[in-house]
């Protein structure tokens, strides 16, 4: 990912999920140093694990954490017109079932050119297996992110990118 961030070289990025902060430290650190980075996730907890790490890499001041569920954060920074197409990049590591919802929000909050990852598409495989093959566990997930897949893939605002890496990564350009 660190790559692809130097590549867009974004001033303003978007997470949605943050956990411990492993991709929010990588994010922060492939951007430039007046980067801003907007990290939504329900559990502070989580991202008191990793925050050490990123006070010692000294980027802490790149990152504005917001604790909430990130649907009325995104809904919120809607209402203020002048965050649409404010946003160069997000990344969305979240609940699964709220991926299409994320996705409508971040296609009006990111700008046309701009880069949306989606963690997690390929659900460890399952997405392209039968579903007798699937662990009982692992259905609802394998549901969901087929469902996401299928949406993104008819969606002609964006092209798409589906890297086979670990849970699967999809890279959305926005082009309209």
């Not at 867009?8 to 949605?16: A, H, L, Q």
């Not at 902060?21 to 801003?36: F, N, Q, R, V």
């Not at 609940?95 to 971040?106: A, F, M, S, V």
């Not at 996401?148 to 990118?161: K, L, Q, T």
Request: glycine residues 8%.
């Amino acid at each position: 990912m660190s790559m692809l961030l130097r590549m867009v070289n974004p001033k303003r990025t978007i997470e949605i999920g943050v956990y411990t902060g492993y991709s929010l430290l990588t994010t922060a650190l492939s951007t430039p140093p007046d980067a801003k980075i907007t990290a939504i996730d329900p559990e502070h907890a989580s991202y008191e694990i990793g925050l050490p790490f990123i006070i010692k890499a000294g980027i802490e001041q790149k990152i504005d954490f917001i604790q909430s569920q990130a649907l009325p954060v995104l809904d919120d920074l809607l209402l203020l017109q002048k965050e649409e197409g404010s946003f160069d990049f997000a990344f969305v590591d979240a609940d699964k079932q709220n991926y299409g919802n994320y996705h409508e929000r971040l296609m009006k909050l990111v700008k046309i050119g701009g880069v949306i990852v989606y963690d997690n598409t390929l659900w460890g495989g399952t997405v392209a297996k039968p579903d007798g093959e699937v662990p009982g566990c692992k259905r609802e997930g394998k549901v969901l992110a087929a469902e996401f897949n299928r949406r993104i893939a008819a969606d002609n605002r964006v092209e798409i990118c589906l890297l086979p890496l670990g849970d699967g990564i999809t890279i959305c350009r926005r082009i309209s």
